[in-house]
């Protein structure tokens, strides 16, 4: 009798009614967006201090550089030494003072600049002091050189190489930063999932071989349906724990923006150095350009093939957790089979940040996107850049071999080793385990 669809219903409310499931479940995405507005209040206070500058230029080429912004002012001294400026200063409790001296050359005048503060100044503030301080000191070289500014200004030329296939189809390098997107990010999703929830398996298990209730159960249950369906079921609960983060989650976003008045997506330096460049005119062509990137993807294809790569690989990884599960007895034992799992996934991510990213369709990318322990991720790395799908349905196809597998070995070790106690299995025992 096939008990398999009863084994995971029994899983997954085991899972879902626990109640540190529950609580974490809850608590997770609160505490998540607690932390979040917390950062985002804390910008917020940052982003609106003022800070004031002052400001004195013994040499007299840049005091117009430094206009008033919202959040930085400057005060420009006149007429005052520098021990008498630092005296000021001080006394007046702003930021701190910026001195540029008198030099006989611009080389001479760079190795003399100095700001003086009480405390140490923030390095966005020495940034963009610098690059201010550049700009103008570069065009007053370049005119004691004899050069027209404007001439230079108007031989500037950017250069946006078009990107085009043999068959028409055109691409840009915004194509490639979605696609590298798209790659990372489901790479790490999947990653994430497996270690999360593997471990949870393999708990799952071990709690119940050493209360003793597998004992009851297997005697009237095949060990590979009871396998398979503590690994779906587990799957389904976790499922349901990540959607109900995004609810919960989505829901407290738009709480704590509307009730705090907090923007917790807009209170970061790069968002708003972001919302500068969209004043920009050009922002409107390079927004055109990011839709039309974005619409290039396969979407249809991404899709189809993170859910059957995301599961098979789950499901790969799963079976073998839960076989270290069966053969050990706590957690702490089983970590002498925990890195034949974990480098894999190691080093997947790593092939696909070093090789998959470089050359998407090279040698080394095509073999591990084949290799089942790897595929998972590196195939979903490749195919935004475009993989035949012959490739991807071999590759899926050998992952669902390696999967049946490795579950019947899992089977085999999960048979003998959920009955023994007290034994920390070697490698040795597991392989005479196998072939029981």
């Not at 409310?13 to 804390?42: D, G, R």
Request: proline content about 4%; overall charge neutral; cysteine-free.
């Amino acid at each position: 009798m096939n008990h398999l669809p009863l084994i995971i219903k029994r899983e997954y409310l085991t899972k879902v009614k626990n109640k540190s499931f529950i609580i974490m479940t809850i608590l997770s995405p609160i505490i998540m967006i607690v932390l979040i507005a917390v950062v985002a209040y804390l910008s917020q206070l940052n982003n609106n201090k003022t800070r004031t500058i002052s400001i004195l230029d013994e040499s007299e080429l840049v005091t117009d550089i430094f206009q008033n912004g919202e959040h930085t002012k400057y005060n420009i001294l006149n007429n005052v030494s520098l021990a008498d400026a630092k005296t000021i200063v001080e006394e007046a409790e702003t930021y701190g003072l910026l001195y540029i001296p008198k030099q006989d050359s611009i080389d001479a005048l760079v190795k003399h600049i100095k700001f003086y503060s009480k405390e140490t100044p923030s390095l966005s503030v020495i940034s963009s002091l610098e690059s201010k301080l550049e700009n103008r000191l570069r065009d007053v070289k370049l005119q004691e050189q004899g050069i027209d500014l404007d001439k230079l200004t108007a031989s500037r030329t950017n250069v946006n190489i078009a990107q085009e296939s043999f068959i028409g189809e055109k691409t840009s390098k915004l194509d490639s930063y979605f696609k590298l997107g798209f790659g990372l990010a489901a790479g790490y999703l999947l990653f994430m999932f497996i270690i999360i929830y593997g471990n949870m398996i393999m708990r799952s298990i071990i709690e119940e071989k050493t209360s003793r209730i597998i004992e009851i159960i297997i005697s009237s249950v095949k060990p590979i349906q009871l396998m398979l369906g503590k690994i779906i079921g587990t799957s389904l609960a976790g499922i349901t724990q990540f959607v109900i983060w995004l609810i919960i989650g989505s829901i407290l976003m738009t709480v704590v923006s509307a009730v705090l008045g907090i923007d917790l997506m807009q209170q970061t330096p790069q968002n708003e150095m972001l919302q500068q460049a969209m004043e920009n005119p050009e922002a409107a062509v390079e927004i055109q350009n990011a839709m039309a990137a974005f619409y290039n993807l396969p979407i249809g294809n991404l899709i189809i093939a993170f859910i059957l790569f995301f599961i098979g690989g789950y499901l790969l990884y799963s079976s073998l957790y839960a076989a270290i599960g069966a053969a050990v007895d706590n957690e702490t034992d089983t970590q002498q089979f925990m890195l034949p799992i974990i480098m894999p996934l190691v080093l997947a991510v790593y092939i696909g940040i070093f090789t998959v990213i470089e050359d998407p369709h090279g040698t080394v990318s095509t073999i591990f996107s084949f290799i089942p322990f790897t595929s998972p991720v590196v195939m979903l790395m490749r195919i935004p850049f475009g993989v035949p799908i012959w490739q991807q349905v071999l590759s899926f196809l050998l992952l669902v071999g390696t999967f049946m597998l490795t579950v019947w070995f899992a089977a085999k070790i999960y048979r003998v080793g959920i009955l023994m106690y007290g034994k920390k299995p070697s490698y040795k025992e597991l392989i005479k385990w196998i072939k029981y």
